[in-house]
């Protein structure tokens, strides 16, 4: 289970996406609902749980933060922090109380913050389980006599070529449909969050146990609300939550103050609710936007030409191979830790999206040829041009 832990980066439902931006939290107008519905924060946010209080948009949201942080940090928060900020004020005032959720339902709820649900949100058929693992195993045993560098690149670079062969496997029942074994291999990633957590909690006890010098009471309150199993967590320690403590900064310093105050808790598990929500809203959104481009084109076909960028890009459709301009993708793609699902971000295929576009704002479409991975490059049109002209490009 330790190498199944190990693949949780390389699944694509891995949800890293980042909120850096008011564009990043706003809805494109063709994807609109309705006149009020503008943005993919929650409908609640900024009301108290008996639903009292007006609901904070994205200004709101990010005013708030912003002087929530510079009263943390100090100094000038940037838009991300306003925005994680903001999020926590609004926790604040509605928090989920693990005891209304119990166990299961609090690690359901840490679950969503750290993955997508994958393409089939119902439980997979047992047989059909029972089968992938059988078949995972067997690929194992193939490799036990592999070097460490022979087995990293065929378990976790060459991750397609597992999949592909678990699922195309004629024997022992035949081919298995691709996202099926996907949503497995998802299952299976998550249950070894709980194995692993086992075993920190374990190792960290005894850690403690065999330190030479006694640890006071807040000490051992500190030391075990870090790395010992939570039970508002579902029983994972908080230590499991890595990825997403910049995120989820605010909530953590509230708890580590007084750990024993289980009140606090449930700021927490809001936020990890909100981030799961938002993550969900986005990517309905830049998929219906994406669908409608699609059929757009389909119905005009025509291609314009971008002078500023001094190339001719199809709408909706990959850059030229123009090296240089994938590069500065690449690298602004770095900067922003925008990373597909196989773990680099060289290996984006970016797609300029003139329906989302405009004078204000570039939008840039990223898809991964060998994992499906899709994401969204976004900036000030200013910003976008400033780079361009760094690389030497016209404008």
Not at 255 to 274: F, K, N, Q
Not at 336 to 347: F, L, T
Request: charged fraction near 35%; proline fraction near 5%; charge should be negative.
């Amino acid at each position: 289970m330790r190498l199944i832990y190990q693949h949780a980066d390389l699944q694509r439902e891995d949800s890293r996406r980042r909120f850096t931006s008011p564009s990043d939290l706003l809805l494109h107008p063709a994807v609109r609902e309705d006149g009020d519905h503008r943005d993919i924060l929650p409908e609640d946010l900024g009301k108290d749980g008996l639903g009292e209080g007006s609901r904070w948009g994205v200004d709101e949201l990010i005013r708030r933060g912003r002087q929530h942080a510079i009263s943390v940090d100090g100094g000038k928060p940037d838009c991300e922090r306003c925005i994680s900020a903001g999020l926590f004020l609004a926790a604040k005032r509605n928090p989920i109380m693990p005891e209304t959720f119990g166990r299961p339902g609090a690690l359901a709820l840490v679950r969503l913050a750290l993955f997508d649900l994958g393409l089939y949100a119902d439980p997979i058929d047992p047989e059909v389980r029972t089968r992938v693992e059988a078949r995972l195993v067997a690929i194992l045993d193939e490799h036990l006599e592999d070097d460490a560098e022979s087995f990293r690149k065929y378990f976790f670079r060459g991750r397609d070529n597992v999949l592909h062969r678990i699922s195309r496997r004629t024997a022992d029942g035949g081919p298995i449909a691709r996202e099926k074994v996907r949503q497995v291999l998802l299952e299976l990633v998550f249950e070894s969050y709980g194995d692993l957590g086992g075993c920190i909690d374990l190792q960290m006890r005894a850690f403690e146990e065999a330190l030479r010098m006694t640890l006071t009471a807040h000490e051992r309150e500190l030391f075990r609300a870090i790395y010992a199993g939570q039970p508002y967590l579902g029983g994972l320690p908080l230590i499991l939550l890595k990825d997403r403590f910049p995120f989820l900064k605010d909530a953590i310093l509230v708890i580590l103050e007084v750990p024993a105050d289980r009140s606090r808790d449930g700021t927490l598990l809001r936020m990890c609710e909100y981030y799961s929500s938002m993550i969900a809203n986005r990517r309905a959104a830049d998929r219906q936007a994406k669908a409608q481009g699609q059929a757009r084109d389909r119905e005009g076909g025509v291609a314009k030409r971008s002078g500023k960028l001094g190339v001719t890009i199809p709408p909706n459709k990959a850059f030229p191979r123009h090296a240089r301009l994938e590069a500065l993708v690449w690298d602004l793609c770095k900067k922003r830790g925008i990373n597909c699902a196989c773990g680099e971000p060289d290996r984006w295929r970016p797609r300029m999206d003139r329906h989302e576009a405009d004078d204000e704002e570039v939008v840039i479409d990223l898809e991964c040829p060998d994992c499906d991975s899709i994401n969204g490059l976004r900036m000030p049109r200013a910003e976008w041009e400033a780079a361009l002209e760094d690389e030497g490009h016209s404008r």
